[in-house]
């Protein structure tokens, strides 16, 4: 079936500095994909939809300029957390849709992020 | 927007018993898409079903099923037989059938489920 590859896994990095975290399909090609943040015991949240060619768009209350997003592919899309503060601290999870339109979801296996 | 909500954080069972989970969720549209997701300790999103808001018939997949009420804008799912597995934070959430972009979901607040041996 379809996998959706997310690495790093777990990263540290101290404050001040930026982390890049990728999100890739492996069997298929996704024009979009979903970023979302989960703080712990609670749900996920959209951050942004991240679109093959154009600019993302980002849900309201996100900032643009501190979570950057990349599409520069069909099967890789990436978020960087720039200037990271520890409340930056937090699960990513990305997402694709098997095909344009599909209602399946493949997640990736998320990324857990320590700023210190 | 589309809200959903899950007013049980936590949920208990007793292996091999039958649990039910709750979900509500708010909308004004008339065709959309609602999904149980489970998250395991590794956090990894399982798909656990899925129904079509046009279908009437309640969707089953193994163990699993729903029940699906869309006048009263509920989706409980029920697992039978519990399984030590089963264990997780499940999710409901939901997909408008607008979103031609692809999977945009919106997620509840989630309930941890514990099975008891």
């Known amino acids: 079936g379809a996998v959706v590859s997310q690495h790093p896994s777990r990263v540290i990095c101290k404050s001040g500095t930026s982390v890049k975290i990728e999100c890739r399909s492996l069997?298929?090609?996704?024009?979009?994909m979903f970023w979302y943040r989960q703080f712990p015991k609670q749900s996920l949240m959209l951050m942004a939809t991240s679109n093959e060619g154009s600019k993302a768009t980002y849900e309201q209350g996100v900032e643009k300029d501190k979570f950057l997003i990349n599409h520069a592919s069909l099967t890789l899309s990436t978020l960087t957390v720039t200037s990271a503060h520890p409340e930056d601290s937090s699960f990513y999870i990305c997402s694709a849709p098997r095909a344009q339109g599909s209602t399946e979801a493949f997640f990736g296996q998320g990324t857990r992020l320590t700023v210190v | 927007a589309q809200t959903v909500t899950q007013s049980q954080p936590e949920m208990s069972v007793q292996e091999a018993e039958t649990v039910t989970l709750s979900c509500t969720y708010d909308?004004?549209?008339?065709?959309?898409?609602l999904f149980w997701y489970k998250q395991p300790p590794s956090r990894q999103m399982i798909l656990v079903i899925r129904q079509e808001a046009y279908k009437q018939q309640n969707a089953t997949e193994n163990r699993f099923s729903v029940n699906f009420q869309k006048a009263a804008k509920s989706f409980s799912l029920k697992i039978s037989d519990s399984q030590l597995g089963d264990a997780a934070m499940y999710f409901c959430a939901y997909r408008s059938a607008l979103e031609t972009s692809g999977s945009r979901l919106t997620f509840g607040e989630g309930t941890q489920l514990t099975v008891n041996p």
């Open positions: 909308t004004s549209e008339s065709d959309y898409y």
């Open positions: 069997d298929f090609q996704a024009t979009t």
